[in-house]
């Protein structure tokens, strides 16, 4: 006598093995979010970028645009789980590093503008993260001081 259940296995296994073929391509990544403030403030316009410490992860070196001291690397383009080293930085754009006593900032001068991160935060960073494969990844960062070569606009 022919077990009724075979169907019904049959479908659950064919439904478990399409769902699993139709899941995310995310290939093990991770969405990272977190928030980014320099000294007190949130980091308006900025950049941080995460790369890997391990031989496992060396395709996930990943980045994201920090935007009124938030950012986001969705899933799709997230990290893999590992450690990680982390450089934040936020140039302003009206303070060229090399510029003359007549500079004047303008859409037809270009220039490199001084970090107001400190270099032990992105050139030199040692501050490392650990992206995790269960749970939120949400890094949030206070830098307590200016870069010294970075003059704030007094107030």
């Known amino acids: 006598m022919r077990s009724v259940r075979l169907p019904s296995v049959f479908l659950t296994v064919l439904a478990a093995a399409l769902a699993a073929g139709c899941s995310s391509d995310s290939g ?3 969405e ?4 980014v403030k320099l000294v007190g403030e949130p980091i308006q316009d900025g950049t941080i970028e995460f790369k890997p410490l391990e031989k496992e ?10 935007v009124k001291g938030e950012y986001k690397i969705p899933k799709k383009q997230g990290l893999k789980p590992g450690k990680y080293l982390v450089s934040i930085s936020s140039g302003d754009p009206g ?6 006593e007549d500079f004047t900032p303008g859409p037809s001068r270009n220039f490199t503008a ?5 270099e032990d935060w992105n050139v030199r960073s040692k501050h490392e993260v650990e992206v995790k494969a269960d749970g939120p990844n949400k890094f ?3 830098i307590p001081k200016f870069n010294p070569k970075y003059r704030p606009p007094k107030r």
């Open 57 to 66: 992860n060396q395709d996930t070196k990943g980045g994201a645009q920090i």
């Open 114 to 118: 001084v970090d107001r991160v400190p």
């Open 32 to 35: 990272v979010t977190g928030a």
């Open 140 to 142: 949030d960062f206070d």
């Open 95 to 100: 303070t060229p590093v090399n510029a003359g």
């Open 28 to 30: 093990g990544r991770r």
